[in-house]
């Protein structure tokens, strides 16, 4: 079946401007979270949702990030004023719910590099 | 932080078994370990979880101690798709449930 899917696969922009990433769950699952991952770096947590809302936002690294969720399943991570320590891949996962047994399914990510 | 330590690297022969080892020392009671791999400029992929008792899929078997202190991966037939960074993670309870990446270890397969 269908994964997680994520729009666009590559983003190139200039520093300053505001950048919209697309994550598209799988279908059904109620749990989405968005995480960074920095070039030859481990995966880091930005963001939780749990249906619409979202419990846990701990992550997110500044208040030029931000995201939302419409419908129990589109999610959108924007980035406003982009700045070149933002470059990173940034890497969407779905789960069935959200507990411990729920594995969370991840898309390949949207590469993200700011000139 | 991550509540997990593995090797940094591990080599192994293709079509043998690979045994990739976690050390997890603090978990607690409920904590189950989970298994991701990320081949090189993808998303990581889930492997496989487990409690307490050792479980099987069809990618994979998890073998976890008896004091649940530690963990290994036993990928039984390994090829050179096999080659990735691998995550052993023990998930973060609470509101939360996200996943914490440690470093990883990086196994590569040898023809």
């Known amino acids: 079946g269908a994964g997680v899917s994520q729009s666009p696969s590559n983003k190139v922009t200039e520093k300053g401007k505001d950048v919209e990433l697309r994550c598209d769950p799988i279908?059904?699952?109620?749990?989405l979270y968005w995480y960074r991952q920095r070039l030859g770096q481990g995966l880091e947590f930005l963001i939780y949702?749990?249906?619409?809302?979202?419990?846990?936002k701990s992550g997110l690294p500044s208040d030029r990030f931000s995201a939302e969720r419409t419908g129990e399943s589109v999610s959108t991570l924007t980035i406003q004023r982009t700045q070149q320590e933002d470059s990173a891949v940034y890497l969407c996962?779905?789960?069935?719910?959200?507990?411990?047994?729920?594995?969370?399914?991840f898309g390949d990510g949207t590469r993200l590099s700011i000139l | 932080d991550a509540k997990t330590t593995q090797p940094p690297s591990m080599d192994c022969a293709e079509g043998r078994a690979a045994n990739l080892p976690c050390n997890h020392s603090?978990?607690?009671?409920?904590?189950?370990v989970y298994w991701y791999r990320q081949i090189h400029s993808q998303g990581p992929q889930y492997i496989i979880h487990?409690?307490?008792n050792n479980v099987t899929n069809e990618m994979a078997s998890l073998i976890i101690t008896e004091d649940r202190k530690s963990s290994t991966l036993i990928l039984p037939h390994a090829t050179l798709r096999d080659t990735a960074v691998y995550y052993c993670?023990?998930?973060?309870?609470?509101?939360?449930?996200?996943?914490?990446f440690g470093t990883g270890t990086l196994l590569a397969v040898q023809p």
């Open positions: 993670i023990v998930r973060v309870g609470g509101a939360t449930n996200k996943l914490i």
């Open positions: 949702f749990q249906g619409n809302s979202a419990p846990d």
């Open positions: 279908s059904g699952h109620t749990a």
């Open positions: 996962a779905s789960s069935l719910g959200a507990g411990f047994t729920q594995p969370q399914h």
């Open positions: 487990g409690l307490k």
């Open positions: 603090t978990i607690s009671g409920n904590e189950y």
